[in-house]
């Protein structure tokens, strides 16, 4: 209840016109701020200061006066209106494609972990590379005006389908002018760091990632796959360890995210489901599928949202040639219902298409 209080403003309760009396009983509460005095309830606040409830509902109506004052404050019904908007919990990365933003309402969170699952040769990775050229625009279009750390667990990082992105941009990114493209060194953007164990993945988290966020030289984290050294080095009896280490990793990624106001963005591999595992998929939004995110509800419980990609059997239909059209779907997240948005990836890139 305490770190609410920073969303609800640092104001000194001193400033509010209180009785003397009252004024004390906070004094000897060690209440500091109007946002300590909201975020409890009255009964807490008369636990705490052993004033009257009548005391208290003056005091939090005083408190809620002063702070409706204050211009950075902002309501839920401002919000709900759209007429106000956090500057970090409402901003969205790019994936560089109208449709696609469109479909995930602007792109991906630029704050907490997003996870892409789905089977071998579905797309995952090209939908990674992409963010990580798109975060390099600045935010009039779309990105975060810096670059990216690419952090390969199984595979090399596919260096030539990068420079193919990269000679790409001008076609793909129509919304650009050509001279801000040119005047982008993608490839200078990106940081490749290749982990083959755990220890290694968590030294580069918590010393080398931090030192690239503080300078500004990056805004984006992509770990490709999460799942691959967790499946090599823990077995099925050590499923108390495992998510012991995946706990501690998403605790490790949520302060780089928040901290630095980053997105961080995880590929995952699938697993085939079992039947008994109906109660806990239909929880995790998973239910009649024959696959699921590898990794389990521990780290499940780490992601602010989940998407599953998958092929399909169809070719994508004119003006869209040859490509094999793939399926991306909202399995959960906060701003978003369920839903399933068609795209392909040819040589320009990762391009949405609607099929209707």
Known sequence: MRRRSAFLGVMDWEHLDLDPQV??????ANLKSVGDILTYSVVDLQRITHLSIPDIQDLQKAAAVTLEKDKKTITALQLYKDTAT??????????????LNRFLRGGIPIVGITELAGESSAGKTQIALQLCLSVQYSADYGGLGAGAVYICTED?????????LIKSQHKL??????????????????YIEHTADIDILTDCITKKLP???RRGQVRLIVIDSIAALFRCEFTAKDAALKAKHLQSLGAKLHHLSSSFTAPVFCINQVTDTMKEMDSVLSNLGLQDKKVQPALGISWSNQL???LMVSRTQMTAPPPHTGGILRNMEVVFAPHIPPSTCYYTVDLEGVKGIDVS
């Open 156 to 164: 090399a990082f596919p260096s030539k389908r990068l420079q193919q």
């Open 86 to 99: 956090f500057p970090s919990q409402h901003q969205r990365l790019s994936l560089g494609c109208s449709l």
């Open 173 to 190: 990114r129509s919304d650009v002018p050509t001279d801000v493209i040119r005047n982008i060194r993608f490839g200078d953007g990106i």
């Open 304 to 306: 602010l949202m989940r």
């Open 23 to 28: 004024a004390a009983a906070l004094h000897q």
């Open 211 to 213: 030192i690239l966020l």
